[in-house]
């Protein structure tokens, strides 16, 4: 995943479908823990914890900016925030060859780094018997596949959200299929992400669901399915097919409130900022499916050596407690995977909108559910990721 800093304030595999009956299921309220995840625990009989300070390092959405206060009110936690940066390469390297566990004690990264992380001893797993907010997160995030490492939950998914296209219909009618990025007639007029952890898996899953190339999972691509997968970007390239491969939040948005770009694969936020903009534009829903994704939240190692695995825990718990999905929502238009942020805006007296909330957590539902394709979950680590990188270098150079 990119930079996604200041991304306005809208609203991103598993390898099969989730079924109808468990849409079902899902949808439901998650039981009796509902009414006191959001209760402190001094006001639950419980002894208010000792005091801490937590430094969270992870991608600059995912800061609640004035709304950390809550979380020090609540728990005794004090955040200190730091941006990331959201390039998951850096922060891996960082995290394990550098000074990343020293200088912080919980982490927010796209997922998919888990395991290299794991193995490499820079993050402990979540002991999910201290988070018991985790109990209510929806199911079909908790079996998100690279969150879990050798049975041990290390990825707690912070949000969720799948992403497709943006697309102007006044310029190309409503657009239900990756096939519009590709196609001949838009030359000059079509856009992708200069980032491999997106465009590569959107791609392959155009070339996938098309039957245009045998491909088994598109987050994670075996050496020669990830050669057709590039070869055949590279001949659009070369074609002139790609008005550019876009870099950043701004020049997203630029490209489409500009008009320079007709159709382009993104993320939904660029919508409406557009639309803020004046710019009539839309988000697809393609026939192929979404390319979905988590921020997941990490114990670092550091943490736990520190004696603050105790305080990440309890931070943890009330970030899927319900304030922190709510404030979350209203800042950036992201989605914390549990009912509780809805039960939050209800209770909050005003502070958050309950009906904005509950639609943003229907529309993301939707978005893994009511749709003809699959989800192809979007991985930042796959298994020949330094591949990637190579035949990445090769597209820029073409």
């Not at 055949?232 to 002139?240: A, E, M, V």
Request: without cysteine; aromatic residues 10%.
């Amino acid at each position: 995943m990119v930079d996604r800093e200041n991304e306005g304030t809208a609203t991103r595999d598993h390898a099969s479908n989730i079924s109808r009956r468990r849409l079902l299921s899902i949808l439901g309220m998650g039981g009796s823990a509902l009414g006191l995840a959001t209760v402190p625990l001094a006001r639950r009989g419980f002894a208010q914890p000792s005091k801490a300070t937590v430094r969270y390092w992870a991608s600059g959405t995912m800061t609640i900016e004035k709304f950390w206060a809550q979380l020090e009110r609540d728990e005794g936690i004090k955040v200190v925030f730091s941006d990331n940066g959201n390039d998951p390469g850096p922060v891996v390297s960082r995290m394990v060859f550098g000074n990343a566990n020293d200088l912080y004690d919980v982490g927010g990264l796209q997922g998919g780094a888990e395991k290299e992380l794991a193995l490499r001893n820079a993050i402990a797993p979540w002991d999910l018997s201290k988070i018991p907010n985790w109990n209510d997160v929806w199911s079909w995030a908790k079996e998100i596949p690279y969150t879990q490492v050798n049975g041990k939950q290390y990825g707690i998914p912070a949000v969720v959200n799948a992403d497709s296209m943006i697309y102007l219909p006044q310029k190309v009618g409503k657009v239900d299929s990756y096939h519009t990025v590709f196609d001949p007639k838009l030359k000059g007029k079509t856009a992708m992400e200069d980032a491999w952890i997106n465009s590569a898996i959107f791609t392959a899953i155009y070339l996938k669901e098309n039957n245009l190339l045998k491909i088994k999972d598109p987050g994670n691509l075996e050496k020669d399915e990830l050669q057709g997968v590039m070869e055949f970007l590279i001949k659009k390239k070369k074609d002139g097919q790609f008005r550019t491969f876009w870099n950043g939040w701004e020049q997203g948005v630029q490209l489409v409130t500009s008009q320079e770009v007709w159709v382009m694969t993104g993320w939904e936020p660029i919508v409406y900022a557009a639309r803020r903009a004046g710019v009539q534009a839309d988000y697809a829903v393609p026939k192929e499916g979404y390319e979905g994704w988590s921020n997941d939240l990490l114990l670092h190692r550091g943490a736990v050596d520190r004696k603050l695995s105790e305080a990440a825990h309890r931070m943890a718990n009330w970030i899927l407690g319900g304030y922190y999905g709510a404030a979350l929502s209203k800042l950036r238009g992201y989605v914390v995977p549990t009912d509780h942020s809805a039960m939050a805006a209800a209770k909050s007296g005003g502070e958050f909108d309950a009906k904005v909330q509950a639609d943003l957590n229907q529309h993301v539902k939707n978005k893994f559910f009511s749709k003809k394709g699959a989800t192809h979950w979007q991985n930042v680590r796959p298994t020949h990721f330094q591949l990637y990188e190579e035949w990445w270098q090769k597209l820029r150079n073409a």
